[in-house]
């Protein structure tokens, strides 16, 4: 039997993409807030995507830099996660309020968090008005990984034990990965 989902909780279905903290900032500025729609676009050329609130202070600085930084986090950051998206950068220094390390980015203002395994620099090419919200696009300028959690092609997931978001503060942690043998689809 399937049960109905209304439409406007549907996203709860797909919400659990790693729950990474963009940072943002424009060289006076800077600010960290949760953003679990964020994405790759494309590989090649490299594009993310992020979508961002109408109004939240990580806009405005988007808006004002045109620059943002993917910090890929772990299990232990979860209460952090949590905090810095419920609060607000305009009211509060989220990174000295929380604990949180800004740390000069390689190629964009924004700065990059020491507590995060990994980051990835990014510089708008794009902006997507919806209602409420808006889709920004930005191109990767570099990225940079712990040695540790990197096995020349993927984060190696079950150490990152990065956190996934599924609804009020509950997230699923990353355990383990399975190797799909190639499919035979010859009869
Ligand atoms: C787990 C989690 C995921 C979130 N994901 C998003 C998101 O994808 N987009 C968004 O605009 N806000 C998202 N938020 C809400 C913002 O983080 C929240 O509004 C925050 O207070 C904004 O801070 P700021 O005003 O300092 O930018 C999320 C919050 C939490 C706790």
Known sequence: MRVEVKPD???HLINHGPCNLITTG????????????????NNDPPLMLTVIEE?????ELLNASEEFVINVVG???APKVLACGRSHGKEIEKFKKIGLTPMPSKMVRPPFLR??????????????PHEGVTIFVGRVLHAEVEQEYWNGKSLVVEKARTIHHLAGGVF????????????????
């Open 75 to 77: 299990e232990p950051l």
């Open 9 to 11: 909780e549907s996203y």
């Open 26 to 41: 424009d060289g006076t500025r800077q600010n960290v807030a949760p953003i679990n729609w964020t994405m790759p676009l």
């Open 172 to 187: 699923a942690v990353t355990e383990r990965t399975i190797q799909v043998p190639k499919p035979s689809l010859e009869h």
């Open 115 to 128: 507590e995060s395994l990994a980051h990835i620099e990014c510089r708008l090419t794009a902006r997507h």
């Open 55 to 59: 109004g939240i202070y990580t806009e």
